[in-house]
């Protein structure tokens, strides 16, 4: 925002009788800028074009792409390098462990991040890196190594140790940065650009899905770029890599972010002089998303001997890992509730997904994948497995189709409709799946997968937008300041999707051992169950903003 010296001289000159008596029609004047400036002197985001929204969803295409590439191919290249069986768990349980400890560390960071390029994207940026780094590890990680040590017992120690960290790391940044983007979409956007973003956010995330399922669903070995690189892998990660960094470039520069430590002197300053004049002296808007302004200046001609600005790193409280988790323990009780039945929800989904194949291929298909490799029974299970990577891309279509659908139900039903429904339907259908076993209908009902996953994707950071603006409009009728409290938006964003981290490590410590007892049928009639308790915990524990 710039504001120059003449504007400000005007804005402080003291009301004369015409003055007041044109207070009446100035006061349409300042209940519109009222509505553009929050009492903490924070200037309300300007809407967004809808080019920009789809520019900065491009991100969740590009990370869901890269996703469905993992889904398909880290468990062959884990078996094609050798990883022993009882080191399965331990790969599965390093990411979210790591992911639930550090995530809303980084949040409370991103809170307060002073770099000029913004808070978030340098975090995006950062986090992006090292997924291609982790995706590059896992799909060469076997050829890397073989280039370098000719041993053969060598060769695979150190090609399980590679792939290993290139799981770990790509699922740890997949996860991690799910959250930072959504801060840098609330940060930059208004109530109603937030609405849309998140909608897009999730047609996003199921276009990429599905066109990563079928891209692994493809056999590249008979082209062009399978006859030129080493292996299938090398194709896949040519194609991911190229993916990922399109989308990636194109959402860091879809929506300019504001300079913490400009955006935090600007608000001092507006505090300081144009709290008695309804803000009347803020008549342009922010050029370019960057603030240019001259307060330092003004306010020297204003409170001559007084020098008010104050940096970012003085006036906004730093998070020791201390005051962070006092922090975590100390959220508001809808926060807290917030958490646990997105918790509810994240268990019961990839309960489902993470051993739906399995499932098709020993409980619908009734093949076995323990069996010799040329038999009808193996070669049956494999058939099984490879239907259900289409009954996951029937999941990602419909997932993208029902975020569109949201937008139109939305007003009928609210978000509690939203978020009932989404639970009820995936627990129904999840459970019919698990009680009548069928090819067809298994594959019909994989669309309600779609209706639960665009529901996490959406519904519970709609809600974190609405307590934050509830929040704000609290702040204006208190006249507090936004530095006073240390949580924002990075830290509760993180805290709802450590949840995704938290549902990986319950089920990676307990649904193993049932799937071993009673089989894959387990996984499905259990995410059915969670659905349902998260359902009614949805319709009765959860706060809703009127």
Not at 75 to 95: A, D, E
Not at 217 to 237: K, P, R
């Amino acid at each position: 925002m710039t504001l120059t010296k003449e504007s400000f001289h005007r804005a402080l000159l003291p009301c004369s009788e015409a003055a007041k008596a044109n207070m009446d029609s100035a006061r349409e004047e300042e209940e519109a800028l009222l509505q553009s400036v929050t009492r903490t002197g924070a200037v309300v985001p300007r809407k967004r074009a809808v080019g920009r929204l789809v520019m900065h969803s491009m991100a969740m295409f590009g990370r869901e792409f890269c996703y469905a590439v993992e889904a398909a191919f880290v468990t062959p290249v884990l078996l094609s390098v050798g990883l022993p069986k009882n080191l399965y768990s331990l790969v599965w349980l390093i990411s979210p462990i790591l992911g639930f400890v550090l995530q809303p560390v980084v949040g409370s960071a991103s809170d307060h991040c002073t770099c000029g390029w913004g808070r978030r994207r340098p975090y995006i940026l950062g986090l992006g890196i090292i997924m291609l780094l982790g995706m590059a590890l896992y799909l060469n990680g076997d050829v890397m190594i073989s280039a370098f040590i000719s041993e053969r017992d060598k060769q695979r120690t150190w090609a399980i140790a590679i792939t290993m960290l290139g799981v770990v790391l790509f699922d740890f940044a997949a996860d991690f940065i799910d959250g930072p983007i959504k801060a840098y979409l609330f940060d930059v956007c208004s109530h109603q650009d937030k609405e849309k973003g998140l909608h897009y956010h999730a047609l996003f995330t199921g276009l990429g899905g599905a066109l990563g399922y079928l891209t692994g669903a493809m056999d590249w070995s008979q082209t062009v770029l399978g006859y030129s690189l080493a292996s299938e892998f090398q194709v896949i990660f040519f194609f991911a890599a190229l993916v990922f960094l399109i989308c990636l470039s194109v959402h860091l520069r879809s929506i300019p972010e504001v300079p913490l430590r400009y955006e935090h002197e600007e608000t001092k300053f507006l505090l300081e002089v144009t709290g008695s004049y309804k803000y009347r002296s803020i008549e342009e808007e922010i050029k370019n998303c960057y603030l240019k302004s001259t307060c330092t200046e003004i306010k020297a001609a204003a409170r001559p001997g007084k020098c008010a600005v104050t940096s970012c790193t003085e006036d906004q409280r730093r998070m020791t890992l201390k005051s962070l988790l006092k922090t975590l323990l100390s959220m508001p009780s809808q926060y807290r509730y917030l958490c646990v039945s997105h918790l509810f929800g994240w268990m019961a989904f990839l309960s489902n997904m993470l051993f739906f194949t399995d499932f098709m291929g020993q409980v619908v298909y009734e093949g076995s994948p323990y069996a010799p490799h040329n038999s009808t029974l193996y070669l049956t299970y494999k058939t099984g497995v490879e239907m259900g990577c289409w009954g996951l891309c029937i999941n990602a279509i419909s997932s993208s189709v029902y975020s569109y659908l949201q937008k139109i139900l939305l007003p009928y039903m609210g978000l509690k409709g939203l978020y009932f429904i989404g639970y009820l339907l995936f627990g129904l259908g999840t459970g019919l799946i698990g009680l009548f076993p069928n090819v067809y209908s298994t594959l019909a009902l994989c669309s309600l997968f779609g209706v639960m996953s665009s529901t996490l994707y959406t519904v519970p950071f709609h809600l974190i937008a609405e307590y934050h603006r509830e929040e704000e409009i609290l702040k204006l009728q208190d006249g507090e300041q936004a530095g006073e409290h240390g949580r924002g938006k990075g830290i509760d964003c993180a805290a709802l999707t450590c949840m995704v981290q938290l549902a990986q490590i319950i089920l990676g410590v307990g649904l193993g051992l049932l799937v071993s007892v009673a089989g894959s049928v387990v996984t499905v009639i259990s995410a059915s169950m969670v659905a349902l308790i998260g359902c009614c915990f949805v319709a009765f524990c959860v706060r809703y903003v009127e």
